[in-house]
């Protein structure tokens, strides 16, 4: 794409024109409408002219943003809801071909450009406009430096790619070997389409998301064997403290054996869990900047908050496996 800052990120049209050969988990109507968007005179390995095709930025776009086509029909299919968000791997295997290196270049540019930016600072992708700034929250600076002078060991796991988060990750004082993101396998010194594993599962099946965030923090950082890595480990053998503010993170923080902070973003799993605080360990905090209004109504914990691996769900179980009760928004 001519400017991956802002175009999606991609090397460029994919090999036959076939947006499959990007993802295991494409659905073929999603495939089918990226190519007509796309169109097919751009050869593989060359630049999309996003900047001009509208429609193609635009596609691209709502499959990685809204998991969707333009035109409404699920974009993914066939995954583990609790080891895989397929947009999130999707924006790393569209890295293919690319370098680390450049991907970190991408990242740098990127990052300089939205810390500059004003807040409230939007963008257009498409002709969709979209958020153009962000900021570090300073206590998250102060909460990284206190655990280090603390000899805390801190490492950053996320469900970005990794060389973006290490880019992040560098100023914090967060070296480029504690962080962990999607992992791209690299032929030729050029990332593919295909993402490292663990726990022993299939490549491009888990990323650092929910299970999968817990099953890449045991078996790279705690040094549990693959074929437990999935499982809670004895509390020895765990983190002392972990944050987070999404479902995304709602395992790994939980396995935390002293502290658990959460950030209210409003995300059901994750508040059902840290509100009902039934080992008195999980802080709530509202967000440091912008922070989101009380939920209107109780997080359904008691009925759907809990999303099983088919993508069904069913109630909170607490660790003692009773179910938790709706829960009220009271931190904001």
């Known amino acids: 794409m001519d400017d991956p800052r802002r175009q999606g990120r991609g090397r460029g049209a994919p090999a036959g024109q076939d947006w499959s050969t990007t993802s ?11 190519k007509s968007a796309c169109g097919v005179g751009t050869p ?11 429609a193609c930025a635009d596609e691209i776009l709502a499959v990685y943003s809204d ?13 583990d809801h609790r080891r895989m968000e397929p947009s999130y791997a999707w924006a790393a295997q569209v890295l293919a071909g690319y370098s680390a290196a450049e991907v970190k270049g991408f990242a740098a540019k990127a990052r300089a450009e939205n810390l500059a930016a004003p807040q409230g600072t939007t963008q257009t992708v498409g002709t969709r406009r979209v958020t153009g700034w962000v900021r570090y ?44 993101g999607i992992r791209n396998k690299v032929k030729a010194g050029r990332f593919t389409p295909h993402l490292e594993s663990c726990g022993g599962a299939d490549d491009d099946s888990v990323i ?9 923090i045991n078996q790279e950082i705690l040094g549990a064997p693959p074929a437990t890595a999935f499982n809670q480990q004895p509390a020895p053998k765990r983190q002392v403290f972990s944050a987070g503010d999404s479902d995304t993170d709602v395992t790994f923080v939980g396995d935390a054996t002293a502290l658990r902070l959460v950030l209210n973003r409003n995300k059901t799993e994750l508040m059902c869990r840290s509100y009902r605080n039934s080992d008195t360990k999980w802080l709530v905090n509202p967000m440091f900047i912008e922070p989101k209004a009380a939920k209107a109504s109780p997080y359904p914990c008691s009925t759907t ?3 099983n691996g088919d993508g069904s769900t069913s109630p909170v179980l607490d660790t003692d496996g009773t179910v938790i009760p709706d829960q009220v928004d009271t931190v904001h």
Request: proline share 4%.
């Open 305 to 307: 908050g809990y999303v």
């Open 24 to 34: 295991r988990y494409l659905t073929a109507p999603a495939a089918a409408a990226l």
């Open 137 to 180: 929250y300073d206590q998250q600076r102060d909460l990284i430096a206190t655990l280090r002078r603390a000899r805390f060991d801190v490492y950053v796991v996320s469900a970005s790619p990794q060389p973006v988060v290490q880019v992040w990750a560098a100023s914090l004082g967060i070296h480029a070997d504690h962080v962990i």
């Open 208 to 216: 650092t998301y929910v299970d999968g965030k817990r099953c890449f």
């Open 44 to 54: 593989a390995g060359q630049p999309l002219t996003t900047s001009t095709n509208t």
């Open 67 to 79: 998991g969707t086509t333009t035109g409404g029909k699920a974009a993914f299919d066939g995954h």
